[in-house]
């Protein structure tokens, strides 16, 4: 692994199901982020970790949980899928939250509810 | 929530100059970045501001005015390559990052 992957490239999901979105980095980063992107609204944070075992909520946390038990993965869920949650999500990572640090995204994924 | 207000859409030909302007209102300040974003592809850093003042690196500069929540991207020397989405963040108090909704810039030969 070289950098921050990103798991699936794709899905197209039911409304209801549940799904798990997968991130890991190979950087030693302590922070990591969680965006969606939508069409004229640029990327929004939805749930963040500064280091291993803590998360904070973003701009738009509803309807989704992150967890980060290590350094590496940093997984989001969808805990029962909705069509709003139609969207591109980008994984990203720091070396820390602050300073000149900048973040490094992941290629993405596209996930579509149906 | 945060306020960062760019440009929707530019046009510009290759070889010449073109500034992609930002202004922001945000709940304290730690930086702003810019985010470079070709089509179906993540963004990529570009350049960090946290003093006033001009940042310059090859072709690309960004400028910072934190007293007017101001501040722009410069592209010199245009070239086709360049044609992508600018993404203007701002960091705030909480060191959480807030993205523009972008600037699409295309350059025409």
């Known amino acids: 692994i070289a950098g921050i992957t990103q798991a699936p490239t794709s899905q197209i999901l039911a409304a209801g199901r549940r799904m798990t979105l997968r991130c890991t980095q190979d950087?030693?980063?302590?922070?990591m982020y969680w965006y969606r992107q939508d069409l004229g609204l640029g990327l929004r944070l939805i749930h963040y970790?500064?280091?291993?075992?803590?998360?904070g909520k973003g701009e738009v946390p509803d309807g989704y949980s992150v967890s980060r038990a290590n350094t590496d993965d940093f997984p989001l869920t969808l805990a029962s899928a909705v069509p709003s949650q139609t969207s591109v999500y980008f994984c990203?990572?720091?070396?820390?939250?602050?300073?000149?640090?900048?973040?490094?995204f992941g290629p993405g994924t596209r996930l579509t509810v149906l | 929530g945060q306020n960062i207000d760019q440009p929707t859409e530019m046009t510009a030909t290759e070889g010449a100059i073109v500034q992609i302007n930002c202004t922001y209102q945000?709940?304290?300040?730690?930086?702003l970045f810019w985010y470079q974003q070709h089509a179906g592809e993540a963004p990529t850093f570009l350049s960090y501001?946290?003093?006033?003042g001009l940042e310059e690196k090859g072709r690309f500069s960004s400028f910072l005015s934190r007293s007017k929540g101001y501040s722009y991207l410069l592209l010199k020397e245009l070239q086709m390559k360049d044609s992508a989405s600018y993404l203007c963040?701002?960091?705030?108090?909480?060191?959480?990052?807030?993205f523009g909704a972008g600037t699409t810039v295309t350059v025409r030969a």
């Open positions: 990203a990572s720091s070396l820390t939250s602050g300073g000149g640090n900048e973040q490094f």
């Open positions: 950087m030693r980063h302590n922070a």
């Open positions: 501001n946290v003093l006033d």
């Open positions: 970790s500064n280091t291993a075992g803590t998360t």
């Open positions: 963040a701002v960091r705030d108090g909480d060191y959480k990052l807030s």
């Open positions: 945000t709940s304290g300040f730690n930086g």
